[in-house]
Nanobody
Framework: QLQLRESGGGLVQPGGSLRLSCAAS????????ISWFRQAPGKERERVSC????????TFADSVKGRVTVSRDHAKNAFYLQMDSLKPGDTAIYYC????????????????RGQGTQVTVSP
């Protein structure tokens, strides 16, 4: 079965850090554009980052720039989103999505999409 699965979410205090994982099964992440999205209650889904297949280029949303980094573990077939200096405004469900063609803005058209992991930033 081809799927993506996110993990690593949780409750963290403002200023804290979390590392989210996106693990693929049934296919390899190599060759895909990999994006992280998030959706806060009552808000539209927002693309947080997108990394090209070669890992040389990653774009970040202005809202997280300077506070998040991405990395990949080829052996584990996984991709990570490291989030630091977290703010209450970062509270959202975080999703990963991959596509063969490009960094797409529309989460719904990605080739594979995960079910999400909840991140809550609160004192």
């Amino acid at each position: 079965q081809l799927q993506l699965r996110e993990s690593g979410g949780g409750l963290v205090q403002p200023g804290g850090s979390l590392r989210l994982s996106c693990a693929a099964s049934g296919f390899t992440l190599d060759g895909y554009y990999i994006s992280w999205f998030r959706q806060a209650p009552g808000k539209e889904r927002e693309r947080v980052s997108c990394t090209g297949p070669s890992d040389r280029t990653t774009t970040f949303a202005d809202s997280v720039k300077g506070r998040v980094t991405v990395s990949r573990d080829h052996a584990k077939n996984a991709f990570y989103l490291q989030m630091d200096s977290l703010k209450p405004g970062d509270t959202a469900i975080y999703y990963c999505a991959v596509d063969r063609m490009a960094c797409l803005g529309n989460y719904g058209v990605y080739d594979y999409r995960g079910q999400g992991t909840q991140v809550t930033v609160s004192p």
